[in-house]
């Protein structure tokens, strides 16, 4: 409800629906829990509320290419069967919420073209799945991981953050170089 939604593109949301599986943009399963949004490119701004932790059953988040701000809600954290989380092309600033490390079944993670800044959580390098991330074009600072599941990342996947440095050489960089 605190989204603007210019576009109409929520028009079918209705919040006194105990079932949202009938709502234009929500795909669910056979038990009818939430497992996929779709709200790409949708002209929506606003923040997202925290609330959206609570659909345990989401494997796939696109929210991205709307002009949505705020801070990424560390509650995301708890959506153990996310695949992708899709926030490219957004407004979010803040940081990269550590809670994001928790997300064992990851395997997309794109937050590239927003405003975040802070170090990149360590807790996402532990992310065993994670096969794709982009966190390029923020103010991000700090050093570039290469441990984990970023062994394989390439670098430009962390492009066009000025505070960033690295990657990191076996300890031998700081982990805050660069971060006031």
């Known amino acids: 409800m605190g989204l603007k939604d210019p576009a109409n593109v929520l028009q079918s949301w209705d919040p006194t629906l105990v079932n949202p599986c009938t709502w234009f943009h929500v795909t669910c399963n056979e038990k009818q829990a939430v497992t996929r949004i779709d709200l ?8 997202l509320i925290p609330e959206l932790g609570t659909l345990k059953h989401l494997q796939f988040l696109e929210l991205y290419g709307n002009n949505l701000s705020g801070r990424i809600p560390p ?26 490390g928790d997300l064992k079944s990851l395997r997309f993670l794109r937050l590239n073209n927003n405003r975040l800044t802070g170090r990149i959580p360590r807790s996402l390098t532990g992310i065993s799945k994670l096969k794709v991330i982009d966190i390029s074009s923020n103010d991000l ?18 492009e066009n ?18 971060c006031a």
């Open 161 to 178: 953050n000025s505070r960033l440095n690295g990657p990191e050489l076996l300890g031998s960089v700081s982990y805050t170089l660069g």
């Open 141 to 158: 600072c700090g050093t570039i991981p290469m441990s984990g599941s970023f062994e394989h990342i390439p670098v430009k996947s962390f």
């Open 40 to 47: 790409g490119n949708s002209h929506l701004a606003g923040p």
């Open 75 to 100: 509650e995301l954290g708890n959506l153990e069967n996310l695949i992708s989380l899709d926030l490219y092309n957004n407004q979010f600033s803040g940081s990269i919420p550590g809670s994001l």
